[in-house]
DNA sequence: GTAGGTGCAAACCCTTTGCAGAGAG
DNA sequence: CTCTCTGCAAAGGGTTTGCACCTAC
């Protein structure tokens, strides 16, 4: 609830309008454990505001991104996930194959994440990150073709 | 060229046909040097093929995929970007404000690769990763709302 | 009072699909 | 000859936009 209050004033404070469709956007996504897609971020304001339009809704998340408060991921589903951009990290290994999504921890990250920071001046958002690649049950069928591919190289 | 020729190998290997289609759509992928849009794969086939429907590619192109001889990458352009498998490896930094895409190489990421494996048997196609954040000249303004955001945490 | 925001509906854009007909093997 | 693949046109689905009205400040 304290998170959500911070979150409104970061907005006044950009100079930007507090209305109930922005804030109850706001308190959606501060509320969830985890990302939301703008269908579901929409259906949860709609309990609370029965007649809140999709593209308000789509204008604030667009407006909390650029202003670092939310950040989207894109998971290859075909729509963006959105999230309070200090959850705790996580990422995605997803099968190209089986389309199986299994979570990481950041652990893993961090020295990347340091690299990058030192060697570009580059602040990686590396929340729930999306990897994409082959898991181990689907490999054997994916390595048909490749072999073939590299065996004359 | 004589990569191309292994493609469309691999191609028959599992048990697909060799369509003028799918050739030209190959071929096109294996000459260019960096991710191109479908839009622009299309494009360029009927350089050779003026008639050539948009759904063979869409379709020539996933079969690529599921087969492991092409990637895709969505750098949060709204559309899917690929390329052969086997370039060289690099990575994007993308800001978020700015919009700016920068390139960076494979070799902060090995590790990361090893320990995926290890710990999932995860094959990761790091390829031309998408790495969204904040570069150093948009740090000032994304700041503001930012440090608003957390100061009271 | 006046920007800035919203609601609505239509447009957009990339991608996918159903089906009949074509052609690779 | 058969079964896979293509061409076409239309649908799909998430997201964006133009414009008149509204409202937070």
Not at 3 to 10: D, P
Not at 44 to 68: F, I, M, W
Not at 96 to 124: M, P, T, W, Y
């Amino acid at each position: 609830m304290s998170r959500h209050v911070e979150l409104v004033q970061s907005l006044r404070q950009a100079g930007h309008r507090l209305t109930p469709q922005r804030e109850s956007v706001l308190a959606v996504v501060a509320a969830s454990d985890r990302h939301l897609t703008a269908e579901e971020i929409i259906a949860r304001v709609r309990q609370r505001y029965p007649y809140l339009n999709k593209s308000a809704v789509y204008r604030s998340l667009d407006l909390l991104t650029q202003l670092g408060l939310v950040t989207q991921t894109d998971l290859g589903h075909g729509h963006v996930e959105y999230e309070l951009h200090n959850h705790p990290h996580h990422h995605h290994l997803i099968c190209r194959h089986c389309k199986d999504v299994r979570q990481i921890d950041h652990a893993a990250f961090v020295s990347l994440e340091k690299k990058i920071e030192n060697d570009f001046g580059f602040q990686a958002e590396l929340d729930h990150f999306a990897i994409f690649g082959t898991c181990k049950k689907c490999q054997p069928r994916a390595k048909i073709a490749k072999s073939r591919a590299s065996a004359t190289r």
